[in-house]
């Protein structure tokens, strides 16, 4: 796998961004990628102001309102350390967008800086810390789902199936469409639901063709939809349906 930028040594010391989703509905996840980061010997820093990243109005065309909400996070993060983001939609937002939001204002260089420093923790985990993973677990088949974002706007698509593929006991299955969104896709989901649901039931179909006993992904959103379609299969009574994590968690689970 080539990097797509020029990774610095692993730092003594991080941020981490968290995202909405992670605080709202999967504080674990969170949680579980500040121990990854610990147990590589990285003290990990949580500015406790931090809200979102802009993305939702952001990408349904408010830029005024999304330039705000980022306002708010450039101020958390005056030191020169990494930023880690357990997320690629949201990565992706800081280190892409942030400069071309705040292009011309008196941020603009501030802006810069914070995306200069931002990494999407499992990018992190492989190109920084160069993490070595003993898997601890059952033998479990795995399907890997990279997010839109994190596939396309950071170039991310191997670095959670680098990590996956050191778990001694899985076996990596190859979903027939791994490289197709699952629908979530922010506020797509919530202004064109029909499509939405379209996109999410195919993934799962695909996910389930493939054998998977379990699904991980990088980002919540597209946790929360794969997963609700998964869980919403089990309530209509179809048994045997695949369960799903977020990568952070199904990492710390199988290693420690």
Same mark, same amino acid.
């Given at each position: 796998?080539?990097?797509?930028?020029?990774?610095?040594?692993?730092?003594?010391?991080?941020?981490?961004?968290?995202?909405?989703?992670?605080?709202?509905?999967?504080?674990?996840?969170?949680?579980?990628?500040?121990?990854?980061?610990?147990?590589?010997?990285?003290?990990?820093?949580?500015?406790?102001?931090? *809200?979102?990243?802009? @993305?939702?109005?952001?990408? %349904? #065309?408010?830029?005024?309102? &999304?330039?705000? +909400? /980022?306002?708010?996070?450039?101020?958390?993060?005056?030191?020169?350390?990494?930023?880690?983001?357990?997320?690629?939609?949201?990565?992706?937002?800081?280190? *892409?967008?942030?400069? @071309?939001?705040?292009?011309? %204002? #008196?941020?603009?260089?501030? &802006?810069?800086? +914070? /995306?200069?420093?931002?990494?999407?923790?499992?990018?992190?985990?492989?190109?920084?810390?160069?993490?070595?993973?003993?898997?601890?677990?059952?033998?479990?088949?795995?399907?890997?789902?990279?997010?839109?974002?994190?596939?396309?706007?950071?170039?991310?698509?191997?670095?959670?199936?680098?990590?996956?593929?050191?778990?001694?006991?899985?076996?990596?299955?190859?979903?027939?469409?791994?490289?197709?969104?699952?629908?979530?896709?922010?506020?797509?989901?919530?202004?064109?639901?029909?499509?939405?649901?379209?996109?999410?039931?195919?993934?799962?179909?695909?996910?389930?063709?493939?054998?998977?006993?379990?699904?991980?992904?990088?980002?919540?959103?597209?946790?929360?939809?794969?997963?609700?379609?998964?869980?919403?299969?089990?309530?209509?009574?179809?048994?045997?349906?695949?369960?799903?994590?977020?990568?952070?968690?199904?990492?710390?689970?199988?290693?420690?």
């Amino acid at each position: 796998m080539t990097p797509l930028k020029l990774y610095p040594p692993k730092p003594d010391k991080v941020y981490f961004f968290g995202t909405c989703l992670i605080d709202m509905f999967y504080p674990q996840a969170g949680l579980d990628g500040i121990r990854l980061l610990e147990r590589e010997g990285i003290e990990v820093v949580f500015p406790d102001d931090q *809200t979102c990243c802009g @993305q939702p109005a952001y990408t %349904s #065309g408010y830029h005024d309102e &999304a330039r705000a +909400v /980022a306002e708010a996070q450039l101020d958390l993060f005056p030191e020169p350390w990494p930023i880690i983001v357990p997320s690629g939609s949201c990565g992706g937002m800081m280190r *892409t967008h942030y400069p @071309q939001l705040f292009a011309g %204002s #008196g941020r603009e260089r501030q &802006a810069e800086d +914070v /995306a200069g420093r931002i990494f999407e923790l499992t990018e992190f985990l492989v190109h920084v810390c160069h993490v070595r993973l003993e898997d601890k677990g059952e033998p479990q088949r795995v399907a890997m789902h990279t997010s839109c974002s994190a596939r396309r706007e950071m170039g991310l698509a191997e670095t959670g199936p680098a990590l996956l593929k050191q778990l001694g006991n899985i076996t990596l299955v190859e979903q027939a469409r791994a490289s197709e969104c699952c629908g979530f896709g922010g506020t797509f989901a919530v202004r064109h639901p029909e499509v939405s649901a379209a996109m999410v039931e195919d993934k799962t179909q695909a996910i389930e063709a493939a054998g998977a006993d379990h699904f991980v992904t990088s980002d919540c959103g597209c946790l929360m939809n794969i997963g609700g379609r998964f869980d919403r299969k089990r309530l209509d009574g179809n048994e045997g349906q695949v369960g799903g994590e977020h990568i952070a968690s199904y990492l710390w689970r199988r290693t420690s």
